[in-house]
Every structure is written in C-alpha cells, then in structure tokens.
C-alpha cells in the first residue's frame, strides 16, 4: 500500500485528503507545518508527498528543496492557489513532480498522484536499465541493434504501461513518429486511435480549429460543427509533432487538456472532456525557447515527464546494415526490381557516410539504389551521396558537413570517386591525383578490400 505524506495547515482539508486518499487505497501520514512534516519523514517511509507552498514557518517551497537534498527522488507534488502559478512554476524548477491549483477536484487530485506514483515506479525500474540491456528488446519495423536505440526501446516498454506524457527529442529524420507509434501499442490504449499531427504543417490560425474543432458561425467558413483530433483520441493517444513550433495562445489550450482533461470548441460554449494521451516531439531545443519567451514554462514541464531522447544514426552505426536490409526488401518487394541485396563494399560506403538526415535520408537514398540499380546486387556504382559542402554554421567560416571531421570528409570523396568509377580503383585513384598504393592505403582504412580491378 503506497504511503502519501500529506502537509497542509488547514485541518479541514487535511482531514479531506485523508478520508478521499484512504478510500482510494492508500495510506497517509499528515502535518500542519514543514517542520513536523520533515520529522514524519524521517520516521516513515513515505512513497509521495503532498504539500501545500503556503505553510506556517518553513514554507512549502523551502521544504521542498530540503526533502529533494535529502531524497532526489522522492516525488512531491504541490498545491497552490489560482493565482500563484509563477510559485508553483518555481517549485517545479526546484524538483517538484506537479502541482495542482486551488480550488481542485478530488478526482484531480488522484489522478496526478496516481500519475506521479507511476513515474515514480518507471524511474525505479529504469534504475536497472543497464542490466536489463543484456536482452534483446524489439519492435516491428524499429530496426534496434545499437545499444542506444536498445536503451530507447527498453525505456518504450515501461512507459508504454503508464499514462505519462513522454517527450521525443532528436534530430529530424531520426524516427520519433515510430517510436511515438510503438509506446501507442505497447500501451493500454492500443485498441483506441491514434492521431498523429504535425504543428508546422497545419497554419498557424487554424491549428487550435484543427486539435480543439470549432462550433458552426465561429468563423468565416464555418458552415457546420466540425470535432478537434482531441475528440477523436478520446481513449487513444494523440502524437502531437513539432511541438515547439505551437503558437502562444494554443499552448494556453494545450495546458488546459493535460491538467484538467477538458476544453472548448472553437466558438463554442460547452465544455468536452476527453481521456487522451499526449506524445510530443520535438527537433529544437526547448530549453532555449523558454529562454527566449516563445514556450510556456508550465507546458513544458508539463510535457517533459518522461523525456526520450533519440539519437542521430551516425551515433549508432551498429543498426544502419540492418537498416539498409529491410530497406532493399521493402522497396525490392514495391517496385519489383529484382535487387537481392548489396556488396559489402557498397554497404561500406553507407556506413562511413554521416547521415545528416537520419534515417529519414538513409531510406530515400537506398529506395533511389533500388528504383535504379544496374543488376541484381546493389554496387559502390549504385549508392548516390549528397556530398556538397555544408553552408558555413552560426556565420562562422566553416565549411564541412556539421558534426564531420576532415578525415571523414576525405573518406567520403574516396568513397565518391569509388562510384564516379563504377568500382574501378585504379580510374579512381586517377580522379583523387592519388597513387594506386595511396588509394589502397585509404582503402583499408575505410574497410573497403582492395580487389584486382581492370587497369584503364
């Protein structure tokens, strides 16, 4: 039975969550100020703590970063009044796990605790990720061999169970709409919808139409009432992309569905209350944004419960042959070429290559290999790499691809010349002005075996 630690300095409340908290299966202990409330502390095991900011002595924001010095982990959860979200904004800076404004629903109530419980239970979990990473975990269509998408994969399947709001964060291109797909099948809500949306491809005024619908005369065009995808995920889950690009006064409605579960058509008057899920991703930084003012604190926090990184694929070169694999089978299986697979030296070249479109460049190169290749077997001949210098970055007066270094640079013209070539070693070593026992040595270290060619 969870324990709840309860601190409030009003007795009739106190006692309220007592009662509604007992009867929903847990045990409490109570206090009407911090300083006893550290003393229960130290003698109860407690799994949660509920506590009030405005408290006699010690206030709530003091005993919280006291109770996180000593216990980083220990969920807290705060409540405040209406008007005080900015205290609530800095008790979250200082280690809070939420916090829910006054006056609230007990029904509320027990759903952020029963929310925080969860997380709580999948960062215990995660503690023995490590361990766990010696099994294999997998997933239709999510190529996993590397041990950071391992890692992803493993934290999918603890997430999936809960009803946390995850975040994906990663480069464009990496798959975060998968892995969105696979916490949506892995979960309780499979059987229900899932709605994926992309923020920059909906314009801006009518983006909050398109989540939240409109009612009929709410705006020039608006013949009929129309639902918002909120409504239709009703007991599914909504992925909702590009998340730092959801203009202001959307953000406002965003934070409203996530605390409270209810919202307004456009124009309309009635509230809706819908049991949605929210997956959201995002390519930018958000942390700068909330430096820069154009995403709300509150939201973020909100959104960031169970944050989920995804890597570049030229961080985890280990999963692009299998990658390529099921690539050529499915566009082999599509258009009907008959390519049955790839030379080593061929896949050699995709592996060095650094991918600065993901897997998302990786599929449309190896789809345009197969739409044109020459044979039976994909060739050096058949790869076609973007390998124009990248723009100069933030000004500066750099010009190679962002995150390569020199050597790869000139890897990747080895490899280029390879395929102007046809395979050719020696017309290539004439193209780069190289010996042929120079281009043999470059050979080698990119793992390309250097063969007998035909001398032209």
Known sequence: MP???????????????????GDDGFATVSAGDAETGLKLLREHPVDLILTDLKLPGMNGLEFLQTVKRQNAILPVVVMTAFGSVETAVEAMKAGASDYVLKPFSLTEMRMVIH????????????????????????????????????????????????????????????????????????????????LKINSTAIPENLLESELFGFEKGAFTGAVASKPGKFELADKGTIFLDEIGDVPPLTQVKLLRVLQEREFERLGGTRTVKVDVRLLAATNKDLRQALEQGTF??????????????????RERKQDIPDL????????????????EGITPEAMQILVSYHWPGNVRELQNIVERACALAKGSVLGPSDIHL???????????????????????????????ALRRANGNKSQAARLLGLSRNALRYRLSKIGITDEADKET
């Open 115 to 194: 929310k925080e419980l969860d997380v709580r239970n999948l960062r215990e979990e995660n503690r023995s990720l490590r361990e766990a990473l010696g099994k294999r975990f997998s997933h239709p269509n999510i190529v996993a061999r590397s041990p950071k998408m391992q890692e992803v994969l493993a934290t999918v399947e603890r997430v999936a169970r809960t009803n946390s709001t995850v975040l994906l964060g990663g480069e464009s291109g990496v798959g975060k709409d998968l892995i969105a797909r696979a916490i949506h099948e892995k979960s309780r809500r499979a059987s229900g919808p899932f």
């Open 296 to 313: 709300r604190e509150d939201l973020y926090y909100r959104l960031n419960v169970v944050p989920i990184d995804i890597a570049p694929l």
């Open 3 to 21: 324990i709840i630690l309860i601190v409030e300095d009003e007795a009739k409340m106190r006692r309220l969550l007592e009662l509604n908290l």
């Open 386 to 416: 973007d390998v124009r210098p990248a723009k100069a970055v933030n000004g500066s007066g750099g010009f190679l691809p962002d995150g390569m270094t020199l050597e790869q640079w000139e890897d990747e013209m080895v490899q280029e």
């Open 324 to 339: 390529v694999n099921l690539f050529v089978s499915r566009f082999t299986g599509e258009s009907g070429k008959p390519v």
